[in-house]
């Protein structure tokens, strides 16, 4: 059903609520040795110091913690180190969640949700996927799109020639095949994982952005550019 590894998806657990706490803990170690806790914070500064020290590979993220906004924190807990972060809430504010998403979440679980669904984007997200429903995937396009209207074209076509032919042909790949892993698209193009990890570091420094999201998003929101811009450097004259 899962994939097997040696290596256990070290969860790092955020809600004020101790109750959720311990429910979410008995989950996860439930999935022993494919998962395991590596910490637990009720507030903004033991997520960051967590963060920092217990290495997780995803963190699951309340939006409400009690004084603090948990939408606030998501900048600086991926300073800290590099990981995922899934909202987990009872939530039900758009605005929030598209703002979570646009500050680097991968993904949105909703506490009313079954347990082996929390699970399943755990392990989705681990992949490099996103876990988003249609509907949200939609809005948060429409907004970015809306956003983009004012971002001048010069720059950005800068960022798309700056990109070698096979960092546009990996770029291109993600925006044709959304959600898709790593591997799949590695494997779509030919090439290793650790390549393409390579390839991605390269492509979110030039495009300045920081996770697969913000690259699908640039990808759609600029498609016009990408291939007037594949086109000419692409072109005889281009090789002269």
Known sequence: MYPSSHIPIRVLLIDSHQIVLWGLEKLINSESPRMEIAGKATNGADARRLARESRPDIVLLDLDLGGEKGVDLIPDLLRERHFHIIIFTEIHDQTAIDVALFNGARG??????????????????HDGELWLDRRTTGRVFIN?????????????????????????????????????????????????????????????????????????????????????????????????
């Not at 909703?110 to 997200?125: N, R, S």
């Not at 070698?164 to 590695?186: H, L, P, Y």
């Open 108 to 125: 949105v679980v909703y506490k009313k949700e079954p347990t082996q669904t929390i699970l399943k984007a755990i392990q989705k997200v």
């Open 144 to 240: 970015f799109l809306r956003a983009g209207q004012k971002t001048p074209v010069d720059p950005v076509t800068g960022k798309i020639i700056a990109l070698t032919r096979k960092e546009r042909m990996i770029v291109n790949a993600f925006a044709n095949e959304a959600g898709a892993s790593n591997k799949k698209i590695a494997r779509t193009l030919d090439i290793s994982e650790q390549t393409l990890r390579n390839h991605l570091t390269s492509i979110f420094s030039k495009l300045e952005i920081t996770n697969r999201f913000d690259l699908f998003m640039f990808a759609k929101l600029h498609h016009h550019q990408f291939s007037v811009t594949c086109a000419r450097s692409e072109s005889p004259a281009s090789r002269l």
